[in-house]
């Protein structure tokens, strides 16, 4: 079992539409749980990052942590034809804070 | 403020070859880390240095290597590549004290092996 689990999609939604996006863990020992965005021959950007379980929202992303279930989610309001990229769960695993340990991604893309 | 560079952009190279890619971090920024993204195994970690000393290793073999200089700058190698080596490889620098997880990535190195 890898340690996070991410379906790759792709996911194709209508413009405006509410988008999920999902991550499993196995290790009870991470904390902290960010969303990286990478639009296609761009490197990642972190878009949202949360801190034990609960929510977070900005703007019209949403990112929730379910620490008992080993679930994250990114939920995506009204969504938009430039939020069409892949996005990628990641946790900070073992040693150092470089060190990442990154879901394979989810393609979305937001058809106007 | 100018981004993470690496350079170079895209590069073909043959099997038994070795390869140095290089990365110039944002100012300030003393932690870089490296990272190869293949389709099928996703974003893998491969080592982060921190004031040219390595900090921490990945799980991949001796033939990558790498090493950071005085000014934060950062060289990997890849020594006698294997087809399976060709990838994005994404240099990645974080800001000492700065949010944990928070990674600032350049655009990458495309390696093709022939």
């Known amino acids: 079992q890898k340690e996070v689990e991410q379906d790759p999609g792709p996911l194709s939604v209508p413009e405006g539409a509410i988008v999920s996006l999902n991550c499993t863990y196995s290790?009870?020992?991470?904390?902290?749980f960010m969303w990286y965005r990478q639009y296609s021959r761009k490197g990642p950007e972190l878009l949202m990052y949360?801190?034990?379980?609960g929510n977070k929202e900005d703007g019209r992303f949403t990112a929730q942590v379910d620490k008992s279930s080993k679930y994250i989610s990114l939920f995506i309001r009204d969504s938009q034809p430039s939020d069409s990229a892949t996005y990628l769960c990641?946790?900070?695993?073992?040693?150092?804070?470089?060190?990442?340990?990154f879901g394979k991604g989810t393609k979305l893309s937001v058809k106007p | 403020k100018a981004g993470v560079t690496q350079t170079p952009r895209y590069l073909i190279k043959t099997r038994g070859q070795q390869v140095t890619l290089s990365c110039s971090p944002i100012s300030g920024h003393r932690s870089v880390s490296w990272y190869q993204q293949t389709p099928g195994q996703g974003l893998q970690f491969l080592f982060e240095y921190f004031s040219e000393t390595q900090r921490n290793k990945g799980n991949f073999p001796g033939r990558f290597s790498g090493r950071q200089f005085s000014n934060s700058r950062s060289e990997m190698n890849v020594s006698t590549l294997e087809l399976g080596d060709s990838a994005l490889y994404l240099c990645?620098?974080?800001?000492?004290?700065?949010?944990?997880?928070?990674?600032?990535f350049g655009e990458g190195s495309r390696l093709t092996v022939l």
């Open positions: 990641a946790m900070i695993g073992g040693g150092s804070q470089g060190n990442l340990i």
């Open positions: 949360t801190y034990s379980s």
């Open positions: 990645a620098s974080s800001l000492s004290g700065g949010l944990p997880g928070e990674l600032f």
């Open positions: 290790n009870s020992a991470f904390q902290y």
